[in-house]
């Protein structure tokens, strides 16, 4: 008993190490802005913060039906707290679900050993998809911690005798689903289902499905009924239909977009898992032992959500989300198994052998990167002192040597820490930047609102949105403006007052002449990676609505941004 409290114990500390560690990776070096797909979500948390809170989140005060209100309230209880919406206090509670997945991730795989758990963190912090979205706003992470909880609590209350804690499963299913929608719940219940069904516990399987089902109507009645509530029928069918019908029957990838692309945005612990449950395959179907049970398990929870995933037409590799902490402790086996079967011997040596040549390899593409920024960027120095870090950690490991390591008490675990280490720096200071350069939009809406400032007026998008490139000007506004959107300018020569039309560069150059001669160029910038120009009517430069645009064109400079 005193040995099974210390071992608890010590567990919990390490579990509590991985919760602070797993939030100030997710969180250091975030980008100042919101950008790419962070934008949408950043604009219903700015709305909410202004209007106050809905069932669901809001555009331009319209109701979006792609996602409950949940996440985003969250985040706004944050936001008051702090008094201010800044892209960390959006991402917050998104970090602590990921932080929390490799608690139990850890949870699992400590219950058959503590290695297991600690080399299955490292495995899901080298894995593409789970590090990088971690470090965004994806209510995808949200399905994932339900799913992996769900998947502890079945399996604890198998191996620990701890029935009891069954009675947890529904509380996290309605988590799930006020969360994420039907996604939210249908995924979770898909993992305790593959559990029972591997396991051949039939009786509890049907009582699954059944409470499930239960459960997921009568939360798709209060959620119809809150939509409905929000925005009326209209609103309510297009709840059903982005949430249900939509992701099944609109054009989309076909089945084995999920099965071919994880190889990539799921590496490394999607080809390592097959490669693991290929070399163990006979011992698994035959549960030789409690690790081939629990791998069967896994490789089901795996094989049941890639392949009802891979059902719906609509498919994003965040969707899969729920399968890294399943990947990543069927690959830690590769790392703990005793067996000196070939095949499984010779992966284990290669990856350790990759790992340790992790810092050589980044520092090299590294420094390409920097040469190439260097001639050709004109941020350069963004990524200098990246490559910096990385030349001193390589000197470091490398001078020391892998054989000074074998003192210590895990001499397997030192290779993965290093390349956790590296692809962590990588990704934060030179993937985030580069990204960042290439998307940031906050200095070209600097620019209207300065003009918008010196002359107030109306600011009117031509031929884009709404929801487009607008969320990504709307986020960075320091203040809310109303907009505009029209598909024709012919309206607004009828129309008294200033407009600043914003619109595509490539739209602004097909416009005809006679067209050009009515409007005055202003400034250029970029919303997200495409380019947009500002101009106004010169209709407004004239008669009785006359405005003296004091700021005269700076061709030197459109022409340097050009470049």
Excluded at 61 to 76: E, L, R, V
Aim: hydrophobic share 50%.
């Amino acid at each position: 008993m005193v040995a099974f409290s210390l071992e608890n114990t010590r567990t919990n500390r390490y579990s509590l190490a991985i919760f602070v560690f797993g939030v100030f990776i997710f969180t250091i070096g975030l980008n100042p802005e919101f950008i790419g797909a962070q934008a949408r979500f950043g604009l219903f948390l700015r709305e909410m913060f202004c209007c106050g809170p809905s069932f669901f989140p809001t555009t331009y005060h319209t109701p979006y039906p792609d996602y409950p209100g949940t996440s985003t309230f969250m985040a706004y209880l944050i936001a008051k707290l702090f008094g201010r919406i800044t892209p960390l206090v959006a991402i917050l509670p998104s970090v602590i679900a990921s932080a929390l997945i490799l608690v139990f991730t850890y949870q699992i795989g400590a219950i058959r050993s503590r290695k297991w758990g600690l080399y299955a963190v490292l495995f899901s912090l080298l894995t593409v998809e789970f590090f990088t979205d971690s470090r965004s706003m994806t209510m995808d992470q949200y399905v994932s911690i339900a799913t992996v909880v769900s998947f502890y609590i079945v399996y604890s209350a198998d191996c620990l005798g701890r029935p009891r804690r069954l009675g947890w499963l529904p509380l996290i299913w309605i988590f799930g689903f006020a969360l994420r929608g039907p996604i939210g719940l249908v995924l979770p219940v898909a993992t305790v289902i593959a559990y029972y069904l591997w396991s051949g516990w039939f009786k509890a399987l049907i009582l699954t499905v059944v409470s499930a089902s239960v459960m997921l109507a009568i939360g798709m009645i209060g959620l119809l009924a809150a939509a409905k509530s929000q925005g009326g029928d209209s609103f309510m069918q297009a709840v059903l239909n982005t949430q249900m019908i939509g992701r099944i029957y609109d054009k989309g990838h076909g089945f084995t977009y999920y099965w071919l692309r994880c190889f990539s945005s799921y590496a490394m612990s999607y080809p390592l898992a097959i490669l693991v449950v290929v070399c163990r395959f006979r011992d698994i179907l035959q549960k030789k032992n409690a690790d081939d049970k629990l791998l069967g398990s896994l490789a089901t929870w795996v094989l049941i959500i890639l392949a009802g995933m891979s059902i719906p037409t609509a498919k994003k590799m965040r969707y899969l989300l729920p399968l890294v902490p399943a990947l990543s402790l069927i690959s830690a086996y590769l790392l703990v198994c005793v067996s000196d079967q070939g095949l499984i011997r010779k992966v284990r040596k290669g990856f350790l052998r990759f790992c340790s040549l992790c810092p050589l390899f980044a520092a090299i593409a590294v420094l390409a990167i920097f040469l190439y920024a260097r001639w050709f960027q004109p941020l350069w120095h963004a990524y200098f002192f990246s490559v910096f870090c990385l030349l001193v950690l390589l000197a470091l490991f490398i001078r020391k040597g892998i054989e000074s390591w074998k003192g210590w008490y895990d001499y397997d675990m030192m290779p993965m820490l290093i390349a956790v280490v590296v692809f962590a720096a990588v990704d934060i200071g030179i993937v985030d930047p580069l990204l960042y350069s290439l998307e940031k939009s906050r200095p070209f809406v600097r620019r209207v609102e300065a003009l918008y400032e010196e002359t107030p007026g109306t600011i009117v998008f031509f031929k884009v949105g709404p929801d487009a490139e607008d969320i990504k000007f709307a986020v960075n506004l320091s203040k809310p403006i109303e907009m505009r959107f029209v598909t024709s300018l012919d309206p607004l020569f009828c129309e008294p007052g200033t407009y600043y039309i914003i619109a595509k560069e490539s739209v602004f150059r097909i416009m005809s002449a006679n067209e050009k001669k009515q409007v005055q160029f202003l400034t250029r910038g970029k919303l997200g990676h495409r380019e947009f120009v500002v101009f106004t009517l010169l209709k407004t430069l004239q008669g009785q609505h006359q405005v003296s645009f004091r700021r005269e064109i700076d061709w030197t400079m459109i022409l340097r941004e050009c470049a």
